[in-house]
């Protein structure tokens, strides 16, 4: 797990390099606007067979659930198979939409209009993801890649808690006093908290 997107994307990239078999691209279909900042996953998705993956959304037959990491198993032109706990399952294609609220005066009620779709295979390469996004995950070994340092409250807190035993964490470098980062407001609702007591 690193602190950022930066450093994970290049953990993944050198790992999707040293993979020897045949590398597929499958590019995204959008539609109207969807601005690349709101890309649920790369436009050009670059896979090989072997290759470690995150799954991004819910299967609707109860496969895997978002957040499921798994393995690339086969590759095709228009075939993305991966391997879940031995089990091999096809992936679909999975569409976003883009949302915008409008008021009708006239009914007198908001209604969602669908301003652009991004349609892609919802997997991420997933050698390093970002200690945010491991948010609401389980890992039974992880290795911390602090970098630069934690830059956002809580951030060790939540890499640290996604391993399930403490033998199953390795960390690149010694946690320091500066990555521990703390929101003031909780320190200010203890004190007062503790006086009410």
Same mark, same amino acid.
């Given at each position: 797990m690193t602190t950022t997107n930066n450093?994970?994307?290049a953990v993944n990239e050198e790992k999707l390099a040293g993979l020897p078999d045949k *590398? !597929? %691209? !499958?590019e995204a279909a959008i539609t109207k606007k969807f601005e690349e900042s709101a890309y649920p996953t790369e436009y050009c998705l670059r896979l090989k067979k072997g290759a470690q993956i995150i799954l991004i959304r819910n299967d609707l037959d109860k496969r895997w659930v978002n957040g499921t990491i798994a393995q690339i198993a086969a590759l095709s032109p228009d075939t993305i198979k991966v391997s879940i706990n031995g089990s091999i399952h096809e992936v679909s294609k999975s569409s976003? *939409? %883009?949302? #915008?609220y409008e008021y009708n005066?006239? *009914? /007198?009620?908001? #209604?969602e209009k669908i301003i652009g779709t991004f349609e892609q295979y919802p997997i991420k390469l997933a050698w390093a993801i970002t200690i945010h996004k491991s948010q609401g995950q389980t890992f039974d070994n992880i290795v911390i890649d602090l970098g630069?340092?934690?830059f956002t409250h809580g951030?060790? !807190?939540?890499?640290?808690?996604r391993c399930t035993t403490l033998g199953g964490i390795?960390? %690149?470098?010694?946690v320091i006093a500066s990555d521990?980062?703390? /929101? #003031?407001r909780v320190y200010e609702f203890r004190n007062r908290f503790l006086n009410l007591i």
């Open positions: 450093r994970a994307n *590398e !597929y %691209k !499958y976003w *939409e %883009k949302i #915008e005066r006239a *009914e /007198d009620k908001i #209604e630069a340092g934690a951030q060790v !807190y939540v890499g640290l808690s390795i960390l %690149k470098r010694p521990i980062i703390f /929101d #003031e």
